[in-house]
């Protein structure tokens, strides 16, 4: 049984541990200085970020969740736990909040891309860089309620 919930200081050091295992787990297109560079601006504000945590039972966080606004700046799943559909359960709070919602996705992160659109998100755009400026290209995700 999953339950969505919000996250706690306490949750800090997991958050961060199923960010790190999802980034190597799906974003090989990375290099070392920059995958590294990332991690240390992760670990500068993931834990007091204010998350949707995908929780089991036992209140262990599967996944986590980051929303501003509209816009939907993390979403990261414990790879361990990745097909069970926990990213879904994550949206799909989402998506019970709110009546659209955007994104950006790494282009090179296919696995990302698919889900994405599986779950109805269209593409409305691209950037070449990140947006630290970094070159690995972004797609820009649109999901829209239809009433």
């Known amino acids: ?16 541990n199923i960010w790190r295992d999802a980034v ?45 606004g509209g816009h939907m700046e993390a979403l990261f799943v414990d790879p361990a736990n990745r097909g069970v559909g926990i990213g879904r359960a994550l949206v799909l709070h989402g998506l019970s909040l709110l009546t659209t919602m955007t994104t950006d996705v790494n282009e090179q992160n296919a696995q990302a891309v698919g889900f994405y659109e599986r779950m109805g998100f269209r593409r409305i755009g691209r950037s070449e860089k990140d947006s630290q400026g970094r070159d690995y290209p972004l797609l820009h995700l649109r999901f829209d309620r239809t009433v």
Do not use: C, K, Q, Y
Request: net charge negative; aromatic share 6%.
């Open 1 to 16: 049984m999953i339950a969505i919930r919000v996250s706690t200081p306490r949750d800090g050091e997991r958050v961060v």
């Open 24 to 68: 190597d787990a799906t974003h090989d297109f990375l290099t070392p200085e920059d995958r590294a560079e990332i991690e240390n601006e992760v670990r500068d504000f993931l834990p007091a970020a204010p998350l949707w945590l995908a929780v089991d039972a036992d209140d262990r966080a599967l996944g986590f969740m980051l929303l501003d």
